[in-house]
């Protein structure tokens, strides 16, 4: 049996200190994770605990590492929005999967940990909270998932805390530590998987401290995880961007 067509190549992102690559399979994405963020979006984190959504794998769009890289990092404005907010995120990538995994373990699946961008049509988001429609379009958008390269656990371990940061053209904009979230990852991989089967290739992003806001075309921002990483990417037009691969 043969395709009717060339199936398009599975996103897949590189790995520190290796030629390997890590194809995606899912992209899962934890909302309201830390106290600041969840009270700046309307919501009291004492009563309504974290909660997931996802992202189309091929949404993801990998980003370099390191200072001096913002002219690579070309970020299209993406289109039937006004309002293109950041969300800087820590995401673990899983090399293991399965199924009601305990959370006293649920580290043991996990591979790798990068500095990623859940990029949000929040107008969008918006309008679909208000009319309780889907939050796809808002959340799922080609090149919406940012993520830098992953560092395997085995380089750094796994991380419990370090500054979460995000600032636009110098400015502080997003702040907080990792160890501040309400659900650490082992939590999340957990809870998670009560819900759906994991798998190996599947990226979790962690959720958003406070401070989201919007971007425009031309901004150049910068974000960072203390004792992992740190990514420079500028806003550019669509077509001044190349598309997603
Ligand atoms: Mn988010």
Redesign the pocket.
């Known amino acids: 049996m043969k395709n009717a067509f060339q199936p398009r190549c599975r996103p897949s992102l590189s790995i520190v200190g290796s030629s390997d690559r890590f194809p995606v399979r899912r992209i899962y ?1 934890v ?1 309201r994770n830390y106290r600041e963020h969840a009270r700046e979006m309307g919501d009291d984190p004492s009563r309504e605990p974290p909660f997931f959504f996802s992202k189309p794998a091929d949404a993801l769009l990998e980003l370099a590492e390191g200072e001096g890289q913002a002219k690579r990092n070309r970020v299209f404005y993406p289109p039937r929005t006004k309002q293109l907010h950041h ?1 800087v ?1 820590l995401v673990a990538a899983l090399g293991r999967g399965g199924f009601e995994i305990a959370a006293e373990v649920a580290l043991e699946h996990v591979f790798a940990y990068a500095l990623g961008n ?1 990029l ?1 049509r929040r107008d969008l988001q918006a309008e679909a909270k208000e009319k309780r429609r889907p939050w796809d379009l808002a959340k799922g958008f080609d090149g919406s998932a940012l993520c830098g390269p992953l560092h395997g656990v085995g380089e750094n371990g796994h991380l419990e805390a370090g500054r979460i940061w995000l600032e636009v053209a110098g400015e502080l904009r997003q702040e907080g530590d990792i160890g501040e979230m309400i659900w650490s990852v082992a939590e999340i991989v957990a809870d998670l998987s009560t819900y759906v089967r994991l798998h190996c290739g599947d990226l979790i ?1 962690t ?2 401290p406070a401070g989201v806001g919007g971007l425009e075309i031309g901004d150049s921002v910068r974000s960072g995880i203390e004792g992992l990483a740190e990514i420079e990417f500028q806003i550019v037009e669509p077509q001044a961007a190349e598309a997603p691969a």
């Open positions: 994405c909302g969300e995120e859940d949000t992003y959720g958003t």
